[in-house]
């Protein structure tokens, strides 16, 4: 149990039609791109089925996960010991960095893991930027994963920049 686990078990959920897509994102991604982060969950962004409308509801999810005998302690769902926070795409640039995400293999089971430009992205919203997340925005661009040009198009199509640019 764990990881793996944890991994599947989201994969079911959009199996299920729950949500149509999923990807992991957050300090979880970084292991997949960079050095590992110390975390204390797994972060996954979901698409939601259309006609979810405007207020977004998450009872489906945690409804899915009591029916599978998931445990639910405050806004994590926990599975195979991990706690999993199930994050609705909050705007276009989560939803398109669901939508982008790789599929990569981890221990034999394909597993979508938000990209790197993607993640830098999300790091440089305003409502979403901390020293930590400039750390790991750093932490990224070391690591010689990032498709500089495809970095430059996320943030230039949804008017995000690094500090001290102007956009």
Sequence with gaps: M???D??????ELRDAGVVTEYAVGGAMAMVFWSEPVATYDLDVFVLLPPGSGLLVSLSPIYEWAKAHDYAIRQEHIIIGGVPVQVIPAHNALAEEAVREAETIDYEGAAVRVIRPEHL???????????RKRLERVAALLEC????????????HRHGLSFPGEQR
């Design 144 to 155: 010689g994963a990032v498709d500089q040009t495809r970095l430059d198009a996320i943030l």
């Design 6 to 11: 944890a991994l599947a078990a989201i994969s």
């Design 120 to 130: 830098i992205a999300l790091c440089l919203e305003p409502s979403a930027r901390s």
């Design 2 to 4: 764990g990881f793996r």
